[in-house]
Structure formats: C-alpha cells, structure tokens
C-alpha cells in the first residue's frame, strides 16, 4: 500500500479542488442525515397519530354498535316478566341477525368460554373455544371474557376473515350481560388502517430518498461549478505562466543574441586588429632579421604561422557568435557561407539550395532560422555519421520553411523520445516565432524542418534600398 501512496503525486489545481471539495461534500452529508433523520422523526409523530386517530375512531365505531345492541336487547334482558330462556333465545336472535358490511357481525361467549352467537362463522355455535390462540399467542376468548367480567374493554388480536378465511389484524369492543354471564361483543378488521399507515410510511421513505436526492444534486451541482471554476481559473493561470515564460525565453534570447554580437564585435575589432598589428610587426621583424642571421627566421616564421592560425580563429569564433553577412545580407547568403564552410570543415557533402521570393524575414526568424540550421549542422558532424547534406530555404503562401536533411544513421527511438539540448533548443526557437518543428528519422536519414509563419514574413516596402531577393 505504501508505494501506491509513495506514487500518488497531485497537482496544484487538483490539491485546491480537493481543499474546497471534500469540506463541502462532508458538510452536506452530515446536513443530509440531520435532515433526515428529523425528517423522519417527524414523519413517524404524523404517522402514529394518524394511527391513534384511525384507530380511536375505529373504537367509537364499535362503541356505537355495542350501545346500539343493547338499546335493542334491554327491554328483553331486563324485563323480569318473560321466560329467562326465551329472553335469551330471542336476544340470540336479534344479535345473530345484526350484521353490517362486508365483515361486521356480533358475538357471544358465556364465561365458560362457549359461543353461543356467530352469524357468520357458524362452526364456532355450541362449542367451547375457551384455550382459543391467535398467531401471536394471544389467547382471543379468555381475553373476550376478561374484558366483559370487568364492564366492558377492547381487545386486539387476530381473527380470521369470514369472507376470506385468512388471519386480520382486528379491534374488538366487548361488553357483557353480567346477570346471564355473557359476553357481547362485535369487531372491525383493521387492515386498512394498517395499510394506510404502511402507505404513509412509504410516502416518508420516499420523501426522504427524494430529499437525499435533491442534496445530492445541488452538492453534485457545486462540486461542478468548483472543479470548473478551479479548471478556467488553473487555464488561466498556466496561460499567464505560458506567455510569461515564452516571454522570459525570448528574452533570454536576446540577451544571448546581443551578447553574441557585443563579443563578435570586440573579437573583430579588438583582439583581431591587435594580432593583425603584432602578425605585421613579425613579419617586418623577420624580413629583417632575413637580411642580418641565417636561419633566424624560422621561429619568426612559426610564430607568424600561429597567429595566423589565432586570427583564423578569432574570425570564425566572431562569425559563429553573429556572422555580420546576416545582418548585411540576409538569410540565405549566410546559411550558403555556413553550408561551405561546414563541407571545408568536415568533408561532408553540402549543397544550400533556395528560391527567391519578395516576402522576405524579419529579423527575429532570421536569427532563429540561422540558429537552427548551425545547431543541425552541429548534429550531422556529431552524430549522423552522413555523406551529404542539403539545406533548402524558401517561402511560400503560409510563411517560410527551412529544411535540412541527411543521409547518415538517423536517430535512435531513445534520444527521439529524450531529445538532447540541440533538438530542445531548437524546438523553443520556432515556438517563440509561433511556428512549428518536424524531425522525421529512419535508418536512412534525418530530416528537420523548420516552419515559420507568415506574421514574420516583410514586405518589400518595409524594407527600403534592400535586394527583393533578401531573405
């Protein structure tokens, strides 16, 4: 793991979009579960009071019935003139025949545990169902019995639907005639309470879903405006660091340029001068000394050869640094004195070749231009191990284009892919001009081409007293 970390290496934009990212994310995460989790306390007060209220008034429903009942029973259960068994016959009846709806019916159980009343569940009548449980355990008739011992009370349990035969959740509200020990009582299945309840609980659920999603927008929204914001800003930025750079580097190339010029002209004017003085000096001094000692003259001679050499010298070093012929005659006559004097230098084969045309270059790509076909040139005596070398030169209707090619060994695919000093260079020289660099390479041969656009071609007129042919 720790070398995985060792190679994660962010950058500066990516560090100030996680610095403003990962706070925001973390705060509306924790904003999002508050909200939820109020939201869903919320939501669950409604619910159960919504339920206590379904349910309170399930209860007064069957209160109504029981109270009902009983109004139409009580002058048969109170009346001490009649029969106690044909009271209780005839109240059997009335409560058998009252039922209601699609489920609601009235029931009667002894205190023993014996139906004596089931309308719609007749298999219960006549038969003792005292040890009765529900599928919670709760054990239905006993609980029946217990609430008609003590007045009257409700009882929740489970029952099974007459229409269906399948266990419901079910209210029931008893009462009693204490004097014959029954229990009277009717019930209201409360699955759709239960089902209103469940559908309200949905609805929160998904509010709340609906809610995280809404936060999540917005949080997805922001982070997007934050990592745009931060990648316009970091553009923005590296263009600034881009042109300021661009503009330090050509600084610097001035400078070398103007430095270049300073030394070539004081190595011209200077030092040359000075060695072509003492040069001329030994040259008299050996004419003379030719006149008086034999022999004398060889040292003389050796000397006047050495600085011939370190005139030679300082004259090309002059040259190399800034050949006053570019600035006197322009492009290519300065690139066709480069070629020569490289084919003199290294016996390679050189050939310039170019084609007049009016445009000509300003100054800037002239020296650019000339830059790279020296630091080519360079490369060729190096490492091309070459036979021949052209360099062509000419504009045409999008700029100019400087091509120099070999027939050496061309580059290997390791320095292609880590150019060296020379290719660098040459490579921000022409992106300076805004222009473009190719280096083509096979085992045949190198080719580099130099692309200047057409911002830096001259007009004639710009140019007074100047040869049309001027590069």
Same mark, same amino acid.
Request: proline content about 3%; cysteine-free.
């Given at each position: 793991?720790?070398? $995985? ?22 705060? $509306? ?53 009649? @029969? ?44 003792? %169902?005292?040890?009765? #449980? @529900? ?23 489970? %029952? ?6 399948? #266990? ?23 699955? @759709? ?19 995280? %999603? ?43 340029? #103007? ?33 008086? $000692? ?17 005139? &030679? ?27 020569? #004097? ?19 270059? @300003? ?32 504009? &045409? ?58 911002? &830096? ?15």
């Amino acid at each position: 793991m720790k070398p $995985t970390f060792r190679h994660l290496r962010l950058n500066y934009g990516q560090k100030i979009f996680l610095l403003a990212s990962i706070p925001l994310v973390l705060t $509306t995460a924790a904003i999002a579960f508050v909200v939820a989790a109020q939201a869903r306390a919320l939501s669950e007060r409604e619910i159960l009071s919504l339920e206590t209220q379904l349910i309170e008034a399930k209860k007064q429903e069957l209160r109504n019935y029981i109270t009902q009942a009983r109004k139409g029973t009580y002058y048969l259960y109170e009346s001490g003139r009649l @029969d106690e068994d044909f009271s209780k016959l005839r109240v059997t009846q009335i409560l058998a025949a009252k039922t209601y709806g699609d489920e609601g019916f009235f029931f009667v159980y002894d205190f023993d545990g014996n139906n004596l009343v089931s309308p719609r569940q007749t298999y219960l009548i006549n038969k003792n %169902w005292w040890h009765l #449980e @529900d599928r919670e355990g709760t054990k239905v008739v006993q609980e029946f019995v217990h609430a008609a011992r003590t007045g009257a009370g409700f009882v929740e349990h489970y %029952w099974p639907k007459p229409s269906t035969g399948e #266990e419901a959740r079910m209210i029931t509200y008893v009462s009693s005639f204490p004097s014959w020990r029954w229990a009277v009582g009717t019930g209201i299945f409360i699955d @759709d309470v239960i089902a209103s309840v469940e559908a309200a609980r949905a609805e929160m659920r998904s509010r709340i879903m609906l809610t995280f %999603w809404y936060i999540g927008g917005i949080t997805g929204s922001a982070l997007l405006v934050v990592f745009i914001s931060g990648f316009a800003l970091n553009m923005r930025e590296r263009r600034l660091a881009d042109a300021k750079l661009k503009e330090l580097t050509q600084r610097v190339f001035d400078a070398q340029e #103007e430095e270049r010029g300073r030394v070539a002209r004081e190595l011209h004017d200077g030092i040359s001068q000075i060695l072509v003085g003492v040069k001329f000096a030994l040259d008299v001094a050996r004419r003379q000394v030719v006149k008086s $000692t034999p022999g004398a003259e060889r040292p003389l001679d050796k000397g006047i050869d050495n600085l011939a050499s370190a005139i &030679h010298e300082v004259r090309r070093i002059s040259r190399d640094l800034r050949p006053g012929i570019l600035d006197d005659l322009g492009l290519g006559p300065a690139l066709k004195t480069l070629t020569d #004097e490289f084919s003199k230098r290294t016996g390679i084969q050189a050939q310039f070749q170019t084609v007049v045309f009016r445009n000509r270059l @300003d100054q800037e790509a002239r020296i650019a231009l000339y830059r790279i076909a020296q630091e080519a040139l360079t490369n060729v005596e190096r490492h091309a191990n070459a036979s021949r070398v052209e360099v062509d030169l000419r504009g &045409h209707r999008t700029g100019g284009t400087l091509r120099i090619s070999d027939n050496g060994q061309g580059i290997d695919d390791l320095y292609a892919a880590r150019p060296g000093i020379g290719l660098r260079n040459m490579q921000e020289r022409i992106e300076q001009l805004g222009g473009s660099l190719r280096v083509l390479s096979s085992k045949s041969g190198t080719v580099i081409e130099a692309n200047v656009p057409l911002t &830096h071609m001259l007009p004639p007129e710009s140019d007074t007293g100047a040869s049309p042919d001027r590069l």
